[in-house]
Nanobody, 123 residues
Framework: QVELVESGGGLVQAGGSLRLSCAASGSIFSISGMGWYRRAPGKQRDLVALITSGGSTNYADSVKGRFTISRDNAKNMVTLQMNSPKPEDTAVYYC?????????????????WGQGTQVTVSS
């Protein structure tokens, strides 16, 4: 099993900053993609940002230039730095980690989700 623990959500004023972190633990052999998604009230879960094992990043158009995703491979951690958030960024944010885990049957692929952390941006 691979478990993800998120931290850093909360209430922030528009134009401020907030940092989300997600740490993966368990029988991890390797991690490939790490990402952040969000679900606003009444909407589907959408991609916010992705980062590959090589450090390539991809962002939703709505957050480009404001949010930055990074990863610490030694700690199996992914971080989302949210600068100049807007009220429309209010959502539950989820981290997602994909890779290979070690099992008694050998290596198996996994895709794990965090429990979600609420981010509320006030105007």
């Amino acid at each position: 099993q691979v478990e993800l623990v998120e931290s850093g959500g909360g209430l922030v004023q528009a134009g401020g900053s907030l940092r989300l972190s997600c740490a993966a633990s368990g029988s991890i052999f390797s991690i490939s993609g790490m990402g952040w998604y969000r679900r606003a009230p009444g909407k589907q879960r959408d991609l916010v940002a992705l980062i590959t094992s090589g450090g390539s990043t991809n962002y939703a158009d709505s957050v480009k230039g404001r949010f930055t995703i990074s990863r610490d491979n030694a700690k199996n951690m992914v971080t989302l730095q949210m600068n100049s958030p807007k009220p429309e960024d209010t959502a539950v944010y989820y981290c997602n980690v994909e890779g290979l885990r070690s099992t008694t049957m050998g290596r198996r692929g996994f895709s794990s989700w965090g429990q979600g952390t609420q981010v509320t941006v006030s105007s």
